[in-house]
């Protein structure tokens, strides 16, 4: 390799990890920092009506960028990989100082923030959909897992590293939860103008607008839906028999059906359709969802049950168990940073279904010691099986996005990476509305009758106990995940009506853990379970990838010795590639096991 691509593949290393570990912090800062938020823009997220805007807040950067990578990936590959990474950065950067100048106040407020985080997830989508393309670009193939690997873990962590962030500058000050991207923001887009370099295939072509449209409409549809599918509807729990989320999300199903028959039509579409032939990229694919279905929900549930149940139980105010919760999790991400990396290096040897496959496995065992504690755990225990699961999903993330990559054709990088991330980001909504949806189901069948007893032991007139057990479960979740004393909360201005000991009991630490513990380790149990099954799951789709498979553009084709061509999937229609025996050692090796495949 010459000297400037030896150089120049760190350059985008670099930078595509700093943009990667920009858009994934941004995505989970916010959720340690709410309350803080909440209470600069004078909001209490738990009154009646409300809580649709503390579910945006949330959810509104994860909809977006589920919704734009595929379009700003077929962008990338039709004008310039590292334009559109550029312009990622810079829109990042300016939405980040749009949340934090608000001078609105109240509801008013929160609307510009939803709708700033909204624009500030279109610099994030841009960002995560070339960032792997460039990489593919700039690293030869027996150099890509690593590569990536570094660059998927970064992403990965990043979303636990927000938690710690958020919790330090939230209450220092609100806004400096926003500012804190914008020197990074200014810094990479500086960067990337001045050091990136356009080494993709552009492939002109029309942009297809029908295909566009129909898939960001129905993908929008369905994501919304499963948003207000977690929210109370009249007098039930959630919302999942409300005609509004039925009709969302039965008219997306519909338009994402017609977008699938609208891009097998149109002569440039923006939806590879064609590349599903590829076995490797399905097989992939399917279980970057399937593990992203298992992992998406599992930080708001880990969070709810630190800041719930045992943090306060060993005597850290509700106050404080925003900061601590993220902290109690850094075993997640310290094991994502040990496995991410290596495995990717070895899957660039030895190949990614072996690693991808175990750490799924590792992942679903993991799911079942988690299902093994008690509510009130050990923490040395707790933190012990969060580092396993951690590098069970470090083992499977990079070598499976590696794998991914190398079986797309070079001027179907920037579309194939960002129909990757579409499955990976769609999974995250769709997991949180699952796991939300299970834990409640578990909360809903014992809680209110065992608050309802609680509160009245303690005198709270049968009124006031009856009102507070009929809220919906989501509300007591909700004040625990955003710190709050939930008791407290809920009670309001009755707890100044009771006697000292009783109000100072029921607002103490041991009242609302022990309250809900049985109710939630139930809607625990449940949520495990379906974990477990989308690992295991995952762990089949990865076993079923295929020997290791390499498509190269250019290329004399290389001799081999064995690796059938069928065991790629690839159909002939689909463009040429290489298969690489997974057990090669060295480049050289690998090269000499490469077996001519198909041309064009």
């Given at each position: 390799?010459?000297?400037a ?8 290393l670099?930078?595509?990890t700093?943009?990667?570990l ?7 800062i ?60 810079a ?8 949340l ?88 990479g887009?500086?960067w ?13 072509a ?24 977690i ?41 590879r ?10 097989a ?10 298992g ?23 509700f ?16 094991g ?18 072996p ?76 997991s ?5 949806t ?62 000292a000991s009783?109000a ?6 041991t ?13 625990l ?39 059938p ?15 690489v ?20």
């Amino acid at each position: 390799m010459p000297l400037a691509s030896a150089h120049y593949k760190w350059i985008a290393l670099s930078n595509t990890t700093l943009g990667m570990l920009m858009a994934t912090i941004n995505a989970s800062i916010m959720l340690i920092a709410l309350p803080d938020i909440f209470r600069g823009i004078g909001v209490n997220p738990l009154q009646p009506g409300n809580t649709s805007l503390l579910l945006w807040l949330i959810m509104g950067y994860l909809v977006v960028t589920a919704v734009l990578v595929v379009s700003f990936g077929r962008l990338g590959d039709m004008f310039g990989r590292v334009r559109m990474f550029n312009l990622g950065f810079a829109l990042f950067a300016f939405f980040s100082i749009m949340l934090s100048v608000t001078w609105l106040h109240g509801t008013a407020a929160a609307w510009w923030l939803i709708g700033m985080r909204v624009a500030q997830g279109v610099g994030g989508a841009m960002l995560m959909a070339n960032s792997s393309a460039i990489l593919t670009d700039a690293f030869p193939a027996n150099e890509r897992g690593l590569a990536l690997g570094l660059n998927q873990v970064a992403g990965i962590a990043g979303s636990f590293i927000g938690l710690v962030l958020g919790g330090l500058l939230g209450p220092i000050g609100w806004r400096y939860v926003f500012l804190v991207s914008v020197p990074f923001g200014v810094l990479g887009a500086i960067w990337s103008y001045l050091k990136l370099q356009e080494r993709g295939i552009r492939r002109p072509a029309r942009l297809d607008w029908a295909g566009n449209l129909t898939f960001g409409a129905g993908l929008i549809a369905v994501l919304v839906g499963i948003t207000y599918g977690i929210q109370p509807y009249g007098g039930h729990t959630m919302g999942w028999t409300s005609p509004l989320v039925l009709s969302l999300i039965s008219a997306g199903l519909a338009v994402l059906v017609l977008f699938c028959v609208i891009e097998t039509r149109v002569a440039d579409p923006m939806f590879r359709l064609a590349l599903f032939r590829i076995r490797p990229f399905t097989a992939g694919n399917m279980a970057s969802l399937l593990a992203g279905l298992g992992r998406g929900g599992l930080m708001f549930i880990l969070i709810i049950w630190l800041q719930g149940i045992y943090l306060p139980i060993h005597g850290y105010s509700f106050s404080d168990t925003p900061l601590w919760a993220g902290i109690a999790m850094l075993p997640l991400t310290v094991g994502f940073l040990i496995a991410g990396p290596v495995s990717g290096w070895l899957s660039d040897r030895l190949g990614a279904r072996p690693f991808a496959t175990g750490g799924m496995i590792v992942a679903a065992a993991s799911f079942v010691l988690l299902q093994m504690l008690p509510v009130n755990f050990v923490y040395w225990q707790f933190a012990a099986i969060l580092l396993l699961n951690g590098i069970g999903m470090g083992l499977f993330a990079s070598p499976n996005r590696a794998a991914i990559m190398n079986s797309l054709p070079p001027e179907r990088r920037g579309a194939g990476a960002g129909m990757s991330a579409t499955f990976q980001n769609s999974a995250m909504v769709l997991s949180i509305g699952i796991f939300f949806t299970l834990i409640i189901l578990g909360l809903a069948s014992a809680l209110p009758s065992a608050l309802s007893h609680g509160l009245v032991a303690q005198g709270v007139p049968k009124a006031d106990a009856a009102r507070v057990a009929a809220l919906p479960p989501v509300a007591i979740m909700f004040a625990a995940l955003l710190g709050y004393n939930p008791v407290q909360t809920l009670l309001g201005n009755v707890i100044g009506r009771l006697p000292a000991s009783h109000a100072a009991y029921l607002t103490g630490h041991t009242f609302f853990p022990s309250l809900i513990s049985a109710p939630f380790q139930h809607g625990l149990d449940i949520a495990f379970d379906f974990a477990i099954a989308a690992c295991l799951i995952a762990a089949v789709a990865s076993l079923l990838r295929g020997r290791r498979y390499v498509h190269e553009l250019h290329g004399t084709p290389a001799r081999a010795a064995a690796a059938p061509e069928e065991d790629s999937g690839l159909p002939a229609q689909v463009p040429a590639g290489a298969l690489v025996t997974a057990g090669a050692g060295r480049p050289r090796a690998a090269a000499a096991r490469l077996t001519a495949a198909r041309r064009r």
